[in-house]
């Protein structure tokens, strides 16, 4: 399926006269630039992290706080709302809603949707880099990302300036008898912290700002 029909329920949501979220697979024009940036963790001298896929984790202050944990699939933003936020402790199982699939672009994504919009609220990139994707069958044979999704189990490696080491997607049926998801940490903690960070005091990996800071700058940077 092109990204233009994967992307259509993301657009249909949104007003792009209104808010400054990318409409299409260009850079994310809220004012960043990439000039004296250092690379986040994960990312190579060359640039965005040497071809692996990308993954992103945005803290949205919408109608209820929670953080939007992003892995690219091919040429989209597969998405997934974690109201806890991901965890470094492996005791730790996030519950991870699903959402619509995002623009490659929102990767970039930092700055207030206006209210009345939907999501209306402020965001920051709180983390990004670049995943490895770990999934194998049963015989020990890797499998296709997209398939391991499908199938339901998804295992992958974090490369990121914060979030780093292996994590697991899997998908369960609620007591809503929707689909939903368990985000979990594999394998020994992260020495540099366990659980998730409080989203008020949290900063940006793009701009150093804080949700509040964003907020008072009406996301312009």
């Given at each position: ?30 004012g ?14 060359g ?6 896929p ?97 199938r ?31 985000l ?33 700058d009406?996301?312009?940077?």
């Amino acid at each position: 399926m092109a990204a233009e029909d994967r992307l259509r329920t993301y657009r249909g949501k949104r007003d792009f006269e209104r808010t400054r979220e990318p409409a299409a697979e260009g850079r994310a024009d809220e004012g960043r630039a990439d000039e004296g940036r250092e690379p986040s963790a994960g990312q190579d001298a060359g640039g965005r992290g040497g071809g692996r896929p990308r993954f992103v984790v945005q803290i949205h202050d919408a109608r209820r706080m929670h953080f939007d944990f992003r892995l690219q699939v091919d040429d989209v933003l597969k998405s997934w709302s974690v109201p806890r936020g991901p965890s470094a402790d492996p005791g730790d199982k996030r519950l991870a809603v699903p959402t619509e699939d995002h623009p490659l672009a929102y990767e970039d994504f930092e700055g207030v949707i206006p209210k009345g919009e939907y999501g209306g609220g402020t965001v920051i990139v709180w983390d990004r880099g670049t995943y490895e994707p770990l999934s194998h069958d049963r015989q020990g044979r890797p499998v296709d990302f997209a398939e391991s999704l499908e199938r339901g189990h998804a295992t992958f490696r974090l490369h990121g300036t914060k979030l780093r080491g292996e994590y697991a997607l899997t998908r369960f049926r609620g007591r809503d008898g929707e689909d939903h998801w368990l985000l979990v940490r594999k394998g020994a903690a992260h020495r540099a912290g366990h659980g998730s960070p409080d989203p008020r005091r949290a900063r940006s990996v793009r701009t150093g700002r804080t949700l509040a800071q964003v907020a008072a700058d009406g996301g312009a940077r």
